[in-house]
């Protein structure tokens, strides 16, 4: 529903604005050269970080306009194959890009154009975080970020001038849970399969981020080490399933979600009181009034992260603007606006400089809050005195134990995930 | 057609605009899914073949009956059990909501008014409808308050939400109003002086019901049933957010596969869904001419 919104709100921006250019233009009494010239871009992508604030400021700063074209994340992977030539940018997930190189539907991005690239956080371009490794479990930024070419549809292993996506944002993912209804402090991936919590768990309904979840759940219990949580043999799916078959059976889920404004429900009523969740999911729960915590665990984080791409036919002028408009969101101000909504920013020394001292304490150093915590768009997230959830930048990426991914048995792994909800 | 054609071009010429809709926009679609079901795919493509790969997983281990059963016939099994019960609630109450507002409701007037009445829960849009079932339904929902407070129960009741009971009543509580308008609109063709005949030939109201109302409700029933079962088929939104996603639908395996760009194994999922709705249909018009009796 909140995507809606924006997306109805976005909607009315825009005509609004067409009616401004189209009214501009006839008063001046000209041809609409001008309104033509001003340059807008399709961006497909799910936008769920992406308010009214940035479009005004990007016209502001820059000229250019963006029209959203808004789809879930599964979505935006299809429409990329399918109509490759609908869109001027896409924003995508590192983890589709196993499946989305090999079509070569995207531009190969070229690094040298890209004004803060030598900024990019090491999360993304070297696998670290404050120099020391993070887990690169499942697909790991890293192991997609470069190409052979410009062309390619091959992943290089070493840097290369090329690179898949320009990455714009990232965060570490854990579980949430209503601390008011546990009473108990939480510290492992293992809880989601505790007893005591029969019927009020859930786990999101989305096959290749639920299967991370879960292996880190079996992996918590100690039922199983995975080499590699991010690629597993068909053995190893068959275990997985095997052991959330029968905590479902046993009756410990009260439901799953595939939407974000499901998993919000389910924590706000108090149907569950542990579950996979989303960073702005927390957020939604708390500014209802309702204690909800994304609780660090010691097993580490399953992390996220995604970028810009271009399609394959974008040249020229179309490029130009294109590379403009990233250079403008790498700049520093959605930075600041991205952190602010506890993402992370993909170049955090231009996003510091659009934050308050005690704002970059707070979201990013993991210290305690010396002023009221504000949303971008203006609601209290956090009281004077309180601290971020898992703390630090440095404490949180660097927690990361896996990356969301796509497995090479992806098809047996969806196969067997749709046999766990049936049974 | 052709006969039609000759002897009355008029006709001809006026079902082109229905029967070129339908030719793009349900027909070429359909030979193109069923071709597709066919076809090979890969990660981010499909590939012209002529396998039958995609329909023999579906199947696979399906008939070996050691093993539990396979996922594909549990999952028919749990949707023709919504089916059936959600068909038998919808008829019963839509029946009597027809027959009431049929045959005790006389002035037009109120018909409509109460009729609107009946189109309430369509005034919202499809999730919100849903959503708004856990406030009343959940844990800490007013029924259980009310349980609770009464002393029928000492714990909150889990079943009243995220079951198969609330699919049911997700699914009655929607599409009632499809059973209620074909039944509806057989009962008001129906003459009142064959009841009043009935009456006098010493017919009392329960006979009067089952030998001459219903008999001549059949294609309204018929009607409204095909509408409740094709829907309830296919459905993957209503059991997913009311089942709290743990109960499987043919929809929601469907779609799952479509998202993952595996669209044969979609296309061959959708072909035997279609077939099998097409059964259901078939042999429910086979007990009922429904074209005779319009």
């Known amino acids: ?423 | 057609m052709m006969k039609l054609l000759k002897l009355k071009p008029s006709v001809g010429l006026l079902s082109i605009p229905y029967s070129l809709i339908f030719i793009f926009f349900f027909f070429i679609p359909l030979v193109l899914t069923f071709i597709i079901s066919f076809w090979d795919y890969n990660e981010y493509s499909i590939i012209p073949d002529f396998i039958f790969e995609n329909y023999s997983y579906i199947f696979k281990d399906c008939f070996n009956f050691e093993k539990d059963m396979c996922v594909t016939f549990k999952t028919y099994l749990s949707t023709f059990m919504f089916c059936f019960i959600t068909w038998f609630f919808t008829l019963i109450i839509g029946f009597f909501v027809a027959y009431f507002l049929a045959f005790y409701v006389n002035s037009v007037t109120w018909q409509i008014v109460l009729f609107l009445i009946c189109t309430i829960p369509f005034w919202t849009s499809n999730v919100i409808r849903m959503i708004s079932w856990i406030p009343l339904l959940g844990r800490n929902g007013l029924v259980n308050d009310f349980l609770l407070y009464t002393g029928l129960t000492d714990i909150p009741q889990e079943w009243l939400l995220y079951s198969g009971f609330s699919i049911v009543l997700a699914f009655v509580h929607l599409y009632t109003l499809f059973m209620i308008v074909p039944i509806f609109n057989s009962m008001m063709r129906i003459d009142k002086s064959i009841i009043e005949a009935a009456y006098d030939n010493g017919a009392n109201g329960l006979q009067i019901l089952w030998n001459v109302i219903i008999p001549l409700c059949k294609p309204g029933i018929v009607i409204g049933s095909i509408f409740v079962i094709t829907v309830v088929m296919g459905d993957f939104i209503t059991i997913g957010i009311m089942g709290g996603q743990q109960i499987p639908s043919i929809g929601k395996i469907i779609y799952v596969e479509m998202s993952y760009l595996q669209l044969p194994a979609a296309a061959a999922n959708a072909v035997i869904l279609l077939a099998l709705t097409l059964l259901i249909i078939w042999i429910m018009t086979k007990m009922i001419d429904i074209r005779k009796e319009l």
């Open chain 1, 1 to 423: 529903m909140n995507k809606n919104l924006t997306r109805r709100k976005m909607l009315k921006t825009s005509t609004a604005a067409l009616g401004a250019v189209a009214g501009a233009g006839l008063l001046k009494g000209f041809p609409a050269i001008h309104a033509a010239d001003a340059p807008v871009i399709r961006y497909l992508g799910t936008a769920v970080n992406m308010g009214d604030a940035v479009q005004k400021r990007l016209f502001d700063d820059t000229g250019i306009k963006v029209k959203f074209i808004v789809k879930t994340t599964d979505e935006v992977v299809k429409t990329i194959f399918t109509q490759p030539n609908s869109f001027d940018i896409v924003d995508s997930e590192y983890f589709s890009m196993p499946k989305l190189v090999p079509s070569g539907n995207l531009l190969g991005m070229d690094t040298k154009r890209i004004k803060e690239w030598d900024n990019v956080t090491s999360a993304f371009t070297k696998g670290e975080v404050a120099g020391k490794k993070i887990g690169d479990q499942g697909t790991a930024p890293k192991k997609v970020m470069y190409l052979k070419g410009a062309k390619s549809k091959e992943f290089a292993s070493e840097p290369t001038q090329y690179v898949t996506l320009i990455p714009t944002v990232y965060n570490a993912d854990t579980l949430g849970i209503r601390p008011d209804l546990i009473k108990r402090p939480i510290s492992s991936w293992a809880e989601l399969l505790n007893p005591e919590f029969k019927g009020k768990a859930s786990i999101l309904n989305i096959p290749s981020i639920g299967i991370m979840d879960a292996a880190m759940v079996v992996e918590a219990m100690g039922e199983y080490k995975y080499p590699d949580k991010g690629n597993m043999t068909k053995q190893e799916i068959d275990l997985t399933m095997k052991i959330f078959t029968e905590a479902k059976k046993a009756g410990q889920f009260r439901a799953f979600w595939s939407d974000f404004n499901e998993s919000v429900n389910l924590m706000a009523s108090g149907e569950v009181v542990i579950q996979s969740m989303w960073s702005p999911a927390i957020t939604a729960v708390r500014t209802k009034g309702i204690p909800c915590v994304y609780q660090p665990l010691k097993e580490g984080y399953r992390a996220w992260a995604a970028g810009f791409g271009l399609p394959a036919t974008t040249k020229g002028r179309q490029a130009d603007i294109c590379y403009e408009f990233i250079n403008w969101y790498l700049s520093g101000w959605v930075g600041a606006y991205l952190n602010r909504q506890g993402y992370y920013s993909a170049v955090i020394p231009t996003a510091k400089k659009y934050m308050e001292a005690y704002e970059w304490d707070y979201w990013m150093m993991g210290k305690p809050a010396t002023a009221d915590i504000m949303s971008p768009e203006g609601k209290k997230l956090a009281s004077k005195g309180e601290v971020r959830d898992g703390g630090s930048y440095e404490a949180r990426m660097g927690g990361v134990a896996c990356w969301n991914a796509t497995m090479d048995e992806n098809k047996y792994m969806v196969r067997k995930w749709n046999e766990m909800i049936a049974s």
